[in-house]
């Protein structure tokens, strides 16, 4: 009971002196006197409309997904398929079936946002449970890329230049755990600083055996979802961008018209080939909400995300600036209203 007492309070004071698990009111509260500003400049509060003409509200907002997937040609994205809401399991399972696809598979919401019920999929079984407790709205689902490494491009174009630039690029470390040999692997999370909050979702589907006792040094790959929110650890990587890295998501967004700012998660086999356009694939595209994720690095201050989130503004309003002068309009004051009323910050928690 005492070790219990102990760590609690050991876990809470760790969220509370490590920004990156802060809520994210929290995080972007000094940001938004800088928003304000800029959109004085801009004369409307939804300038980001204009910032990418190509998706609705730029992607502001909990965006179409299939939508802004099938902006990008095939060869370069996971393949998805719109689920529409209440397609029954034997309807989906054809789908899977007729495509090629095999599990495990990605479901998720075709509008949604920050890893919310992003699931993989293993079988029959766990796809019927999920549909048991998601299938009222339309879902995505998605070939499950196997590919080792997982990377977040921030990519920036101006509309008056052919080519743009990547301002910086997270890598994203799904929960795994070193064993120590004595500790079991369900112990290994339940007192783990960073994954405790997440020991019931990760135990829930019999996936893993939580009593099993890991070797020594021996690490085990939990969840390889690489979202912030659920366990993944960010980390920054731009020292990786380089001119050929750079050539290859400008070749990608050259086919994209009416796309300049936003985030690419992207899956990979080796940097190598990455920058040689092989072996790699685009799992999601996200647009004027997009966030500098590498902010998270455990490594970086508070002080260094709110600088690099006023930078990605001040380019974003730069681009809409430039756009509304070729005549693409802002979002109107109603629906910048409805936006803020469905995708809130301030009810959220940090980390996508």
């Not at 196997?146 to 174009?157: A, K, L, M, Q, T």
């Not at 692997?185 to 055996?209: A, P, T, V, W």
Request: aromatic content about 16%.
């Amino acid at each position: 009971m005492r070790k219990e007492v102990l760590f609690k309070l050991r876990y809470k004071w760790h969220r509370l002196i490590h920004w990156e698990f802060w809520p994210m009111w929290a995080v972007y509260l000094p940001c938004i006197v800088y928003y304000f500003w800029i959109s004085l400049k801009s004369r409307s509060f939804g300038f980001f409309r204009a910032v990418n003409p190509a998706i609705v509200h730029g992607g502001m907002t909990l965006e179409d997904k299939n939508f802004v997937n099938r902006l990008l040609p095939q060869n370069y994205r996971a393949k998805s398929f719109l689920i529409e809401c209440e397609t029954n399991l034997q309807e989906i399972e054809s789908i899977i079936r007729k495509n090629g696809l095999e599990y495990p598979v990605i479901l998720k919401p075709n509008n949604g946002c920050r890893g919310r019920n992003v699931e993989l999929i293993r079988n029959n079984e766990s796809l019927k449970k999920y549909l048991e407790n998601n299938g009222n709205e339309d879902l995505l689902l998605e070939e499950y890329i196997s590919f080792p490494n997982e990377i977040g491009v921030f990519y920036i174009r101006f509309p008056n230049e052919k080519k743009g630039f990547i301002s910086g690029i997270v890598e994203k470390k799904g929960i795994t755990v070193t064993g120590n040999g004595q500790q079991t692997l369900g112990e290994l999370i339940q007192y783990n600083l960073r994954y405790h909050s997440f020991y019931l979702k990760i135990f829930q589907d019999d996936c893993h055996q939580i009593n099993c006792i890991p070797d020594a040094n021996e690490q085990i790959v939990v969840s390889s979802i690489g979202n912030h929110a659920r366990g993944a650890t960010f980390y920054d990587v731009s020292d990786k961008i380089s001119e050929k890295l750079t050539d290859v998501f400008n070749e990608i967004c050259s086919s994209v018209d009416g796309f300049y700012y936003g985030r690419f998660d992207v899956k990979f086999n080796s940097w190598e080939e990455l920058e040689s356009g092989e072996n790699f694939r685009i799992i999601e595209l996200n647009g004027a909400a997009s966030e500098p994720t590498f902010i998270y690095d455990p490594r970086h201050s508070y002080f260094f995300a709110i600088k690099e989130i006023i930078r990605h503004w001040n380019f974003m309003y730069k681009i809409a600036k430039f756009n509304k002068k070729k005549g693409h309009s802002f979002t109107s004051r109603e629906d910048c209203w409805k936006i803020l009323k469905e995708f809130n910050p301030f009810l959220t928690s940090s980390g996508i």
